[in-house]
């Protein structure tokens, strides 16, 4: 699925509070970038089309937060991977709806959404995370 819309974070963001999960594809070269980024990677061109990324990935990697930053500290430990989607994309993102010791190496897990704290000063888009497929 590919949609016209301004090419901006703050779109990234309204695609993530609308429960999608959207990169940006270069018209010149195919290339796939999640997040969005102004400028191409691969050919340098600043041409890109909104697609709906498949929300489905494995574990490649994870750590555990014990000391957190000030805004997440209510959830320490928690849990932060990164995650290869389709075309080899690679994204990072807290595990959440599993126990720290049930996360494996190469478990399967699907993006979800939610809103931004209204207490939170910071950040205050909606936000995505993993939890297991």
Not at 40 to 68: H, M, N, R
Not at 91 to 106: N, Y
Not at 117 to 124: G, I
């Amino acid at each position: 699925m590919s949609e016209q819309a301004p090419f901006t974070i703050e779109q990234f963001y309204k695609y993530i509070s609308q429960g999608k999960l959207m990169g940006g594809k270069c018209k010149k070269c195919g290339k796939i970038h999640l997040p969005p980024r102004p400028l191409c990677d691969k050919c340098f061109s600043k041409e890109f089309e909104w697609i709906q990324i498949q929300p489905k990935g494995k574990l490649l990697t994870y750590t555990i937060i014990y000391v957190a930053p000030p805004q997440f500290q209510q959830m320490a430990p928690y849990a932060v991977g990164i995650i290869q989607l389709e075309n080899d994309l690679k994204i990072p993102g807290m595990i959440k709806e599993v126990t720290l010791e049930q996360i494996k190496i190469g478990m399967n897990l699907t993006v979800a959404f939610e809103a931004s704290p209204t207490t939170s000063q910071w950040p205050q888009w909606p936000r995505y995370y993993f939890k297991p497929a």
